[in-house]
C-alpha cells in the first residue's frame, strides 16, 4: 500500500514540473506603458453630459417668452362688428349768455346724414341747459375718453356757479355714442353690473382719480348710505338721449379699454368721485 502512494507521489510531482517548463517556453505578451501607441492621435474621448435642469427652465421660460400674448380688442372697436366707422373729431363752441361749452363734432363720415344726427344729438345733450336767473356761470370742455371704430366715448367737465353760492360746484358728463346704432351707450349696455356692485361692497378691483380721496374715506360714504341699492342705482346711469330730461343717478365712461364711473359725492370729495375699474371690457 505504501508503495502505491510513493509511485502516485512521485507521478504528481512530475506533472507539476512538466507544467512549469511549459509556461516558461511559452512567449511573453509585451506590456504596453503608453496608450498613444494604440489610440490614434487625432482622437479626442467622447464625452456625453446630461442636459441639467437649469439648461430645460431656460429653454422652456424662451419658449413661452417667444410664444405671441392674445390681443385684446378694445370694446370700442369689438361694438362696430364688420361696419367699421372712420371719422376725425373736431371742436366746436356753444355760448348763450353766461353758458359756455366746448363740444365735440364728428366730421368725415362716410355717410353724412349718420354723421349729422349724431353731431346734433352731442349737441342738444350737453347744451341741454336749465337757465335759472341766479346762475352766474357755466363752463363745460370736453375730452375725447376712446376714439373706436364702434364707439366714441366723451367726457365733459366744468363748473357752475350761483350768486350767494359759497363755492361753485364741479360738472361732469358723459357721452359714449353708438356709431351704428347712434344711441347712447349706457353703463347697463356696456358693464356687468354684478361684477361692478361686487367692487362697490368690497371696495376693490378699482382705483379713485380723484386727488386727495381715500379708498376707506369715499368706502365709507356709500356704505353709510349715499347708495342704498347699488344695482338700482346703476341702471339708471348715463343720458337717455330719447329722454334728455331725465336726471342720470351718475356717468360712465371708457378709457383705454377700462370702464370709468363718476359717482356723485360730497362736495369736500370734489362732488363727483372718478373711479377706474382695473378689468378690461
Known sequence: MRRYVKIISIVGILAVLATGCGKKNEPQKEIVDDFEEIVPAASEPVIIREETSDT?????ESEEA????????????????????????????????????TYPQLVNMD?????????????????HVTTDENLSSYELRYETA????????????????????????NLIRTLNIDLNTEKNVRLKDSADLSAVVSSLEMAEGY???????????????????????????????????????????????????????????????????????????
Open 56 to 60: 430645460l427652465e431656460s429653454t422652456e
Open 66 to 101: 417667444s410664444e405671441p400674448e392674445t390681443e385684446i380688442v378694445p370694446y370700442a372697436d369689438r361694438v362696430a362688428g364688420e361696419n367699421v366707422v372712420t371719422y376725425e373729431i373736431e371742436t366746436a363752441t356753444y355760448e348763450e349768455g353766461v353758458v359756455k361749452i
Open 111 to 127: 355717410d353724412q346724414e349718420k354723421q349729422q344726427r349724431i353731431n346734433e344729438s352731442i349737441k342738444s345733450a350737453v347744451a
Open 146 to 169: 376712446t376714439k373706436g371704430a364702434g364707439m366714441v366715448s366723451f367726457i365733459f367737465r366744468g363748473t357752475s356757479y350761483y350768486e350767494g353760492a359759497a363755492y361753485p360746484n
Open 207 to 281: 382705483q379713485i382719480v380723484n386727488e386727495g380721496v381715500e379708498l376707506s374715506d369715499f368706502s365709507a360714504f356709500l356704505n353709510n348710505g349715499s347708495v342704498t341699492d347699488y344695482a338700482i342705482t346703476l341702471l339708471d346711469f348715463d343720458l337717455d338721449l330719447a329722454n334728455p330730461d331725465l336726471r342720470p343717478a351718475g356717468f360712465s365712461a371708457i378709457r383705454e379699454n377700462h370702464l370709468v364711473l363718476f359717482i356723485e359725492a360730497e362736495h369736500a370729495m370734489g362732488d363727483y368721485v372718478e373711479l377706474e375699474f382695473q378689468t378690461d371690457l
